[in-house]
């Protein structure tokens, strides 16, 4: 009997197989490398967190505007009104603060907006025009 044809498959499927192991270590090896740059980079931010609640009582408390209402739509609207050099409506707005021009938003910044000509904040000139109270 001639066994040398099976041998030879073996040999093929042993070279298969040994091409296989070696790509998988490769494959494993960066995994590795992977996970000690995650693990390096978690490390850093835990150490930032605690660097900056350690610090946080430390700092002043901020002196904004008791009569802002409490929403973070709000110090954004007066900084684009800061940065505008004439009337904003509603639609500007939404688009300086990267909103969906969608009709919601526009009507969500239209209430925030009249809400800050009632706290004396912003002055309505026109129907829908805002600028920042002089």
């Known amino acids: ?3 040398e044809p099976l041998l030879e ?3 093929i499927q ?3 197989a040994r091409a296989l192991a070696e790509d998988l270590r490769t494959q494993i090896a960066e995994l590795h490398g992977r ?3 995650a693990e390096t980079h978690l490390e850093r931010l835990a150490i930032t967190r605690k660097t900056v609640t350690g610090l946080a009582d430390r700092l002043p408390a901020q002196t904004s505007s008791p009569d802002l209402p409490e929403h973070p739509d709000y110090p954004r ?4 009104f800061h940065e505008a050099t004439g009337l904003l409506r509603a639609r500007d707005v939404c ?3 990267d909103h969906e021009l969608l009709p919601k938003n526009i009507e ?3 209430a925030k907006l009249e809400r ?3 706290l004396d904040v912003l002055t309505e000139v026109d129907a829908g025009s805002f600028t920042r109270k002089q």
């Open 77 to 80: 609207i007066l900084a684009v």
């Open 1 to 3: 009997m001639n066994i």
């Open 95 to 97: 688009e300086a603060l």
């Open 9 to 11: 498959a073996l040999d």
């Open 116 to 118: 800050l000509v009632k």
């Open 108 to 110: 969500g910044i239209r």
């Open 35 to 37: 996970l000690r740059e």
């Open 14 to 16: 042993e070279d298969a």
